[in-house]
């Protein structure tokens, strides 16, 4: 065998091996995010805890209510915090941090027994933080840090969410195996936020594996002012990449509801590309989208409600001076395909896992 003939054999073999490993990666993606469309309809949670502490107080710290994944969570607590014959105020932190400085210390003020923030960080608001450990009020999050469970160091009994590097991993993998292995995309985050910038960057990194795939740009834009950025942001990437942007992967749903309009003014059909597929949290109007089939083609949704129940029960049980629950919600890709399960009618992702009667038979109440 000749030199040539040699070299090229062992070229043909690297590109075939390259090749194969590509295709395992496309298959393994494609796997993992059909798995995530399934029903969820059986509960994996707590089935014993305290029973549910007499005429407790409590607030939940909006980041921003305009959000709709802290909105839903609010709601859920309020629906929780009634079954458990509690009080509970809410306040919204208008999405700056000013504003939720002030509603931190507005919280602080009526003494509550414990307190809820929702969607932004503790390094904030530290000082805030270290005025209720000092006061004595409980302190549990609602996506206040890159990871579930307790986080002592921040002042938080526990973090509730679903895995972030799972949430992103989907959202991205949904995007490679909807695209054969070809997607151009464009990531949108917002770097005020650590958990938007983990989420993000796991989103790129799964992309970057895609040997077929590229990452055209790492847009950051604050999320709050989406509404002002959007418009003008969406017609500048299209006039920048054109037909090279085929998905858009976000932090949060709400980027992309000031995206289409941009993108029908330029010609662009709702079912076609660029699709949107985001990574959380599952807001009324992405559901309409994709149901639709109109600019959004998934959303990888936190169970909202859900969670409103997981964080009244997570406190109840640091009242009760007991540990953590332990559980984590899974996760779940929402389609056009599944869009008529666990909520989707009401746009909104609430599993049919009979969440509501097991909280109240571990707080007695039933």
């Given at each position: ?15 075939a ?13 494609t796997?993992k ?5 399934g ?23 909006a ?6 994944g ?29 504003a ?46 890159t ?11 526990a973090?509730v ?12 993998y ?8 070809k ?7 917002d ?31 604050p ?12 017609t500048?990437?299209l ?66 409600n ?5 964080l ?10 007991q ?22 009618p ?6 049919d ?8 038979a ?5």
């Open positions: 065998m000749t030199k040539a003939i040699l070299l090229a054999s062992v070229c043909a073999l690297a590109f091996t390259t090749a194969a490993r590509a295709d395992d990666y496309i298959d393994m993606a796997k995010a059909t798995a995530a469309t029903r969820a309809d059986k509960w994996d949670g707590p089935t014993t805890g305290p029973k549910a502490a007499p005429g407790k107080s409590i607030v939940f710290v980041g921003d209510l305009k959000n709709g802290i909105l839903g969570a609010s709601e859920g607590v309020k629906e929780a915090a009634k079954a458990a014959g509690w009080k509970v105020t809410v306040i919204d932190g208008q999405g700056t941090v000013s939720r400085t002030a509603a931190m210390n507005q919280a602080l003020t009526l003494k509550p027994d414990g307190i809820v923030v929702g969607g932004f960080d503790t390094k904030e608001q530290q000082v805030a933080f270290d005025a209720a450990a000092k006061a004595g009020a409980i302190v549990v999050g609602w996506h206040s840090g990871k579930p469970g307790p986080e002592p160091e921040a002042g938080i009994y973090n969410t679903t895995s972030p590097q799972d949430v992103s991993e989907t959202a991205a949904q995007a490679i195996a909807d695209s054969g292995g997607a151009g995309v464009i990531i949108f985050t770097t005020q936020y650590e958990i938007a910038v983990f989420k993000a960057r796991a989103m790129e990194a799964a992309i970057k594996k895609c040997g077929g795939c590229t990452v055209l740009e790492f847009v950051d834009s999320i709050g002012e989406s509404s002002q950025r959007m418009p003008q942001l969406t500048t990437l006039q920048k990449y054109g037909a090279k942007w085929t998905y858009s992967l976000a932090i949060n749903d709400l980027y992309f509801d000031f995206m289409g309009p941009s993108l029908a003014a330029a010609g662009m059909k709702g079912d076609g590309t660029p699709k949107a597929i985001s990574a959380g949290d599952g807001s009324e109007s992405a559901f309409q989208r994709i149901r639709a089939k109109q600019y959004q083609a998934g959303t990888v949704p936190e169970p909202l859900e969670q409103g129940w997981q009244v029960d997570e406190l109840n049980r640091a009242f009760n001076k540990p953590w629950s332990g559980f984590i919600s899974g996760i779940h890709l929402v389609t056009a395909n599944n869009i008529a399960y666990d909520g989707g009401k746009n909104v992702f609430d599993p896992n009979g969440y509501r009667d097991h909280y109240k571990i707080w007695g109440m039933k």
